[in-house]
């Protein structure tokens, strides 16, 4: 296989939702619970509802208030049965990427929960006279996802009430040391969207898509203990690292061959890489 089309096939190992519950709310189906954890919820009569069609929140909770207190007992129940864990971060709860927010629910239950979780990413550039360079992040060796791997200069999931654009400032300052007025000079580009199963259940992860002009003599620098170190790279290393090795954390290979693409570094006769990065449209 295209070693490009494999990161992107990695990132969307789940074919069908074949076997999973879908689980709604009201009318929306907002997420896919795996029968294991569905029965977990078997234990919440008032806040769960079975029937043929599913799992749903009870017809009884209405308004995000409640519907968000339901989440929240819901996310309890599920971590301690196992599946995933309280992470205390609240994401917004869509049944579409852009649809209303119907209540909120702690980040670390979204994947079991089958819920879209959204986040940005920020390619930040250099343009010199021998071409493109591209700053990248190391991850620390500690995180629990990806450790040691490369990742973009700036990235980060959307906590609820928060518009990409300000959770982009946010990022850029606590990730990497970046003032606010140029982290607002972030470009939107596009964005990438997978579905991959994992042990924590299903992740149905849309990534917003930025570029950033970094000037000269601006170098990002760590500022919490997410993130190792950042260094500068040609744009053309960049790209071997992804064709060629597994260092770079699985859904920023994605990201970078969005990049790529744009770039005009990476050939796309027939569109299947472009066609591939976005499984949510």
């Not at 770079?248 to 990049?259: G, P, R, S, W």
Request: net charge negative.
């Amino acid at each position: 296989m295209d070693p490009f089309a494999h990161h992107i096939a990695a990132c969307n190992n789940l074919p069908s939702p074949a076997g999973y519950l879908p689980f709604r709310i009201g009318e929306d189906q907002v997420g896919w619970l795996e029968p294991d954890a569905a029965k977990a919820l078997t234990f919440l009569p008032n806040r769960v509802h079975f029937g043929p069609e599913g799992v749903s929140l009870a017809a009884g909770i209405r308004g995000s208030a409640a519907r968000t207190g339901a989440l929240a007992e819901i996310a309890r129940t599920l971590a301690r049965a196992g599946f995933g864990r309280i992470r205390g971060e609240e994401f917004d709860v869509r049944a579409t990427p852009e649809g209303p927010v119907l209540g909120t629910v702690d980040r670390g239950v979204l994947p079991a929960l089958g819920i879209i979780s959204q986040g940005v990413h920020v390619n930040g550039l250099v343009r010199r006279a021998d071409g493109l360079h591209l700053w990248v992040g190391w991850r620390a060796k500690d995180k629990a996802v990806a450790p040691g791997q490369m990742d973009n200069i700036v990235a980060g999931g959307i906590p609820a009430g928060l518009t990409p654009e300000r959770c982009l400032v946010k990022e850029a300052e606590e990730e990497a040391s970046l003032p606010a007025e140029l982290a607002a000079k972030a470009r939107p580009v596009g964005r990438v969207s997978y579905i991959m199963r994992t042990e924590e259940g299903m992740r149905r992860d849309l990534l917003h898509l930025y570029d950033l002009e970094i000037p000269e003599g601006i170098e990002p620098r760590p500022n919490d203990d997410e993130v190792e170190r950042f260094e500068l790279w040609p744009i053309g290393r960049v790209l071997e690292a992804v064709r060629d090795t597994e260092s770079v954390k699985f859904n920023v290979n994605l990201v970078l061959i969005d990049l790529f693409l744009r770039e005009g570094l990476l050939p796309d006769p027939d569109g299947a890489l472009r066609a591939g990065l976005d499984q949510l449209a």
